[in-house]
C-alpha cells in the first residue's frame, strides 16, 4: 500500500485541464486508481479515478460530506492567501453535505415527491413543454441549442413542481452558471448572495400564500417538530433548484453534441427513436453533467485499490473518469447509443444516490426523442469542431450549442 503519487508532477484542476478532460483523466487513471491533483486555488484533493474504487468510495461512509468538518480540512489545506469564500456559502445546508441522520432525516421530506410514479405522471407537461419550446425553433436557420432547448425545458419543469415564478428563470441560469463557474469566486460570491436573498422572500411569499407545490410542502414540514431549520428549508430549496435543472441542461446539450460528432448514432435514432433510452443512459456514461461528486472527506485512512488516503483529506470522486473506465466499459471514448451501460455512476451510488435522476431521464428521453423527430436533419455549425466548455469543478457543460435545425 501506497500513499505516493503515481504522476511525480500533481496535475492542476484549471480550465486547460476542463478543456483537455477526458484525455486527462484517462493518463492519471492509467497511472493510478487514485491520485492527488491541486485546484487552481491550490487546494490539494485525492481523486478516486477507477471504476471499482469510485463506485466503492460514493456508499463508503469513511467518506464523509458533513459540510462543517468538510469545510475545516478546506480551511487548514488551503494556502494562506487563499479566497476562501468559493467553500462556504449560507447556501450549504443541504442533503448533499450531510452524512446519517440528517441527510435521512432531510431527503425523507422530499423522496415522495421524486417516486417513479409521481415523475412518470409529469410527462405529459414535460412534452408539452418540450413541444413549445421545439415549435419556436422552426422556420429558422440557426440556434443556440442551450438558449433555445435544454435549458428552458428543465427549467420550467423544476420551476412548476416547487411552484417558483418561471419569469426569474433567467435570474436563475445567471446565477446558477456563476455559482458554478470556478473562474470568478468574486461574481460567485455575489450570485450566492443574491440567490439566498431571493429564497429568503420567496419562503415569505409562500408562507403567506400557501399553494399546493413542492415548496409549500417543504415549509409546511418545518412545524412538525421543526425538522426543517430555516437555513435547512432556504438550502434545500437552492439545491433542488439548482440540480432541478443544471445538470439536465447538460445532459441534454452533452447527449446532443456526442450524437452530431456520431452522425451513424443520429441517424440510428431517427431510424429509431425507440433507441432513446439508451441514448441518454450512454450519454450520461459518456459525457455526464457532472465531474465528480462534491467534496468529501476521509475520517479515518482508506486503502483505494493499495493507495493509502491518509485521515483528513478532500476527496473527489470522479465519476466521469470512472464511467470511462476500460476495464468497466470497453472503448469508452466510443459513443454508442446501443451499449450496456448499466451500473454507470452519473448519478452516484450510495445513499447519495441522485434524488431527482428518474426526472432527469424522462426530461432528456422526451427532449432528445422530440428533437430527433422534429428536426431529423439537424446537424452542428462549424463551431462544434472547437466547442468551449464551462470552468467549473463540478458540472461538465458547454457555453453554446450551435445548430442549424435544418438541411441548409
Known amino acids: ?29 492509467a497511472a493510478a486508481p487514485a491520485q492527488r491533483m491541486v485546484t487552481q486555488h491550490g487546494l490539494p484533493v485525492w481523486v478516486i479515478l477507477r471504476y471499482a474504487e469510485a463506485r466503492a468510495a460514493l456508499a463508503d461512509p469513511r467518506f464523509s460530506k458533513q459540510a462543517t468538518r468538510t469545510q475545516e480540512v478546506i480551511s487548514a489545506k488551503l494556502p494562506p492567501d487563499a479566497d476562501r469564500r468559493e467553500f462556504t456559502s449560507e447556501l450549504t445546508e443541504h442533503m448533499l453535505n450531510m452524512d446519517p441522520p440528517d441527510h435521512t432525516r432531510l431527503r425523507k421530506l422530499v423522496v415522495k415527491a421524486f417516486t417513479a410514479r409521481r415523475v412518470e405522471s409529469m410527462r405529459p407537461r414535460v412534452e408539452q413543454i418540450s413541444e413549445e419550446l421545439l415549435d419556436e425553433m422552426v422556420g429558422k436557420s440557426e440556434v443556440d441549442l442551450l438558449d433555445a432547448f435544454a435549458f428552458p425545458l428543465p427549467i420550467r419543469v423544476i420551476c412548476e413542481l416547487l411552484g417558483v415564478d418561471e419569469t426569474r428563470r433567467d435570474d436563475f441560469r445567471a446565477w446558477t452558471n456563476t455559482l458554478l463557474d470556478a473562474s470568478d469566486q468574486e461574481a460567485a460570491h455575489a450570485a450566492g448572495g443574491a440567490m439566498a436573498q431571493y429564497l429568503v422572500e420567496l419562503i415569505e411569499t409562500k408562507r403567506r400564500e400557501p399553494a399546493d407545490d413542492l415548496l409549500t410542502a417543504l415549509i409546511e414540514a418545518t412545524e412538525d417538530e421543526d425538522r426543517l431549520s430555516e437555513p435547512e428549508l432556504i438550502s434545500m430549496v437552492f439545491l433542488l433548484l439548482v440540480a432541478g435543472h443544471e445538470t439536465t441542461v447538460n445532459l441534454i446539450g452533452n447527449g446532443v453534441l456526442a450524437l452530431l460528432r456520431s452522425p451513424e448514432q443520429w441517424a440510428a435514432l431517427r431510424a429509431n427513436p425507440e433507441l432513446v433510452t439508451g441514448a441518454v443512459e450512454e450519454a450520461l456514461r459518456f459525457d455526464g453533467p457532472v465531474i465528480h461528486g462534491t467534496f468529501r472527506h476521509t475520517t479515518e485512512p482508506v486503502d483505494v485499490g493499495g493507495v493509502l488516503i491518509p485521515e483528513g483529506e478532500i476527496v473527489w470522486v470522479g465519476l466521469t473518469a470512472a464511467n470511462n473506465d476500460p ?20 448519478f452516484g451510488h450510495g445513499i447519495h444516490f441522485c434524488l431527482g435522476a428518474q426526472l432527469a431521464r424522462l426530461e432528456a428521453q422526451v427532449a432528445l426523442r422530440q428533437l430527433v423527430e422534429r428536426f431529423p436533419d439537424l446537424h452542428g455549425t462549424s ?20 445548430v442549424h435545425p435544418a438541411a441548409d
Open 383 to 402: 463551431a462544434l469542431d472547437d466547442v468551449q466548455w464551462r470552468f467549473s469543478t463540478l458540472i461538465h457543460g458547454l457555453r453554446e450549442l450551435p
Open 1 to 29: 500500500m501506497s500513499t505516493t503519487e503515481a504522476l511525480t508532477e500533481l496535475p492542476v484542476f484549471d480550465a486547460e485541464f476542463v478543456r483537455d478532460l477526458h484525455a486527462r483523466f484517462e493518463h492519471m487513471r
Open 327 to 346: 476495464e468497466r466499459f470497453p472503448e469508452p471514448e466510443r459513443f454508442d447509443i446501443t451499449r450496456d451501460t448499466q451500473g454507470h455512476l452519473a
